[in-house]
């Protein structure tokens, strides 16, 4: 399994628009952080977690030609408000794109991209085909593989383009963002991945023994009202004994990448926009 992160930070970015911080001036990539998002591949099975404003430019960084699942972790426009662009997929591989989300998720979707669910769309409106998450473990299938055209260049070719994709078992994990908005992360195989939660019970920390891979959402280093903090998420991943774990969700207001990250515990690291990781 990889893990791509598509975006490690927060709801406005880094650098901040209009903020004169020296992090928001910073020239090193690693402090240049896109809205949060991630890509999962496995067996095949190329797997998007979240959808925000810098979706397109994302998945042209990262080169993604087939995707087969979107996982939405809430509602929040940061982490939605990109799923116009899955138009292309559509385009290309003629078929909707199932995106992944809890009841209050979807009916969120179905309000924002209202044009896309009507009776009789206009042509070229994304193609969602929302799939409701309960409480158990949900199985992401393989999206319907689109002829490769011979002509084709070999460098341009879908990563998958000859694949035998299996499916997914994903479990979902529950937490607060705030008090009045719920989140969910997810867990797949070794690997889980928390963003924008500012509490998770006991319970639910309980789906989390045995992870080689932690990724959890760190604001910055004070409190805050609607996310982790540095040293919660340092406690969860020690809690949980994740054998590595990267932090996400980053904001300007942690430090620079380079004097911060020496700090951090054996086994904790930043990610950054770009990092790929095995799992």
């Not at 705030?178 to 924008?196: C, I, N, W």
């Not at 023994?209 to 020690?238: C, D, K, M, T, Y």
């Not at 809690?239 to 086994?267: D, I, N, W």
């Not at 930043?270 to 790929?276: E, I, K, Q, R, V």
Request: with cysteine; glycine share 8%; hydrophobic share 40%.
């Amino acid at each position: 399994m990889k893990l791509t992160f598509l975006g490690t930070g927060t709801s406005q970015g880094v650098p901040m628009v209009a903020c004169p911080c020296e992090v928001c001036r910073s020239t090193d990539v690693r402090d240049r952080r896109l809205r949060s998002a991630a890509l999962i591949e496995a067996d095949g099975l190329v797997v998007a977690i979240d959808a925000g404003p810098d979706f397109r430019a994302q998945m042209l960084a990262a080169r993604v030609t087939h995707l087969d699942a979107i996982l939405l972790t809430h509602e929040h426009r940061d982490h939605t408000g990109g799923l116009d662009d899955v138009r292309a997929f559509n385009y290309f591989g003629q078929s909707a794109i199932d995106v992944w989300a809890t009841a209050q998720v979807a009916r969120a979707v179905r309000h924002d991209y209202a044009y896309a669910f009507e009776e009789h769309p206009y042509p070229g409106a994304p193609q969602i085909a929302l799939r409701l998450i309960g409480n158990d473990v949900f199985r992401v299938e393989p999206h319907p593989d689109e002829p490769v055209p011979e002509s084709m260049p070999v460098e341009l070719r879908p990563r998958n383009a000859e694949r035998r994709a299996v499916g997914m078992d994903v479990l979902p994990i529950f937490g607060q963002h705030s008090s009045r908005l719920p989140v969910t992360g997810f867990r797949m195989d070794r690997l889980a991945y928390l963003t924008d939660f500012n509490y998770i019970s006991d319970r639910e920390l309980e789906k989390l023994g045995g992870l080689e891979v932690l990724v959890i959402n760190a604001l910055g280093h004070r409190p805050h009202p609607s996310h982790f903090n540095l040293e919660q998420a340092v406690e969860i991943s020690q809690r949980v004994g994740a054998v590595r774990t990267y932090l996400t969700h980053v904001s300007h207001r942690m430090g620079f990448y380079a004097v911060e990250q020496p700090k951090l515990p054996a086994g904790v690291w930043f990610a950054y926009d770009g990092l790929s990781i095995e799992i």
